[in-house]
């Protein structure tokens, strides 16, 4: 690794890290540069382990001897700056001290994932990345095999949700799947019922399903508000809720699929 000090907060040398909070820009132009961001030593290390290539680091001096074995292997430059210069480059006061821009890998062939694996998460449409991550952290800890996103739902690779996954999401196979039409057509060939977690008067309650669960299981989870939309309602098998008492409607979407992943385990 090459230290460096950050000379200006515009320098070409830290663009990677410019505008963080811009998430609308950050969701376009980091797959489109092949990059993501992840933030704290932890994640950074949880990264790394996981087999995933740094580009960059940006910290504060102080976070420097907490990953230096970890950013050694690597012909790198790390850029030290002080708080108010990580601020004026990010665009909001970085309280974990350290970033690193990643090469962003190659997503796997939905198909190949599919054959791999006996329960899957599908998430539809969910653009909060808070609810992403807290979704694959859920996975990792309860025991599904992989997630896969569809093509409008937020990035599981944004800061936040990397973050909020506390850096599961380096251990989760995921990958995007196609629309509906097709994503049903390579659902079935690997032979998996799917599942969608919606209100519904033919809906079968989480218990049900629990007590005798298909050999290979996909749990399809939809965006707060809307909900799963039509599409994947159709190309559903069955629809599961979790019963709701004292008038309740519904959980949140990240305590949803907890619990049924719970339920499952």
Not at 1 to 18: C, K, N
Not at 52 to 59: E, K
Not at 95 to 115: K, S, V
Not at 161 to 190: D, I, K
Request: net charge negative; hydrophobic share 50%.
């Amino acid at each position: 690794m090459r230290i460096e000090r950050v000379r200006a907060a515009a320098s070409d040398t830290v663009a990677d890290y410019a505008r963080l909070t811009d998430v609308a820009l950050r969701s376009i132009t980091e797959p489109e540069r092949g990059v993501f961001i992840a933030e704290s030593a932890k994640v950074i290390r949880r990264a790394i382990e996981a087999g995933h290539t740094p580009r960059s680091v940006l910290m504060e001096e102080k976070w420097l001897p907490g990953l230096r074995d970890a950013l050694e292997p690597f012909d790198i430059p790390v850029h030290l700056a002080d708080p108010a210069e990580l601020e004026a480059i990010t665009g909001y006061r970085v309280h974990r001290g350290a970033l690193a821009a990643f090469e962003r890998p190659a997503l796997p062939d939905p198909g190949t994932l599919l054959a791999a694996s006996r329960r899957v998460v599908i998430l539809e449409d969910i653009v909060d990345h808070t609810n992403v991550g807290a979704i694959i952290r859920s996975v990792a800890a309860l025991g599904a095999d992989a997630v896969l996103v569809t093509p409008r739902c937020a990035d599981p690779l944004y800061r936040r949700s990397v973050r909020v996954s506390m850096g599961t999401v380096f251990q989760v196979p995921w990958t995007r799947l196609p629309e509906w039409g097709e994503a049903r057509e390579v659902l079935t060939a690997h032979g998996f019922t799917v599942a969608a977690l919606a209100l519904a008067d033919e809906a079968v309650t989480l218990r049900r399903l629990a007590a005798d669960p298909p050999e290979r299981l996909a749990l399809v989870f939809g965006a707060e508000g809307d909900g799963l939309s039509r599409q994947a309602l159709a190309a559903a098998d069955t629809v599961v809720t979790i019963p709701m008492a004292h008038g309740v409607d519904s959980l949140n979407v990240a305590a949803a699929a907890a619990v049924a992943l719970y339920a499952l385990a």
